[in-house]
Nanobody, 123 residues
Framework: HVQLVESGGDSVEAGGSLRLSCVVSGYFSKRCMAWFRQAPGEEREGVASVDDSERATYAEFVQGRFTISRDSARNILSLQMNDLKPEDSAMYYC???????????????????WGQGTQVTVS
């Protein structure tokens, strides 16, 4: 059984930085992992994804500002967010996939396990 617990969300001013972490309990293996976000009244959208060899895929709106990484020794998925904008405000979710994948994927149905989310507010 896989459990995901996010942390690191906060309220920051535009231009600031945050680092989100997701601790994974259970099997942390060759599946792709990702960060998604959802703002009130909006659909959930993929932010960044990484495979087990650190190959990453990013949504166009975070290119150059966010960096996803995974520490397989400590079972932690991270998201470094720089130059935050008000439109980045959302609940951020960590997700773990169901099978091996290459290069990461932002296709939501691939992901079976989800955390409870951590709130990011940018003003």
């Amino acid at each position: 059984h896989v459990q995901l617990v996010e942390s690191g969300g906060d309220s920051v001013e535009a231009g600031g930085s945050l680092r989100l972490s997701c601790v994974v309990s259970g099997y942390f293996s060759k599946r792709c992992m990702a960060w998604f976000r959802q703002a009130p009244g909006e659909e959930r959208e993929g932010v960044a994804s990484v495979d087990d060899s650190e190959r990453a895929t990013y949504a166009e709106f975070v290119q150059g500002r966010f960096t996803i990484s995974r520490d397989s020794a400590r079972n932690i998925l991270s998201l470094q967010m720089n130059d935050l904008k008000p439109e980045d405000s959302a609940m951020y979710y960590c997700a773990d996939g169901v099978s091996e994948c290459y290069g990461g994927t932002l296709w939501s149905p691939y992901y079976k396990y989800w955390g409870q989310g951590t709130q990011v507010t940018v003003s």
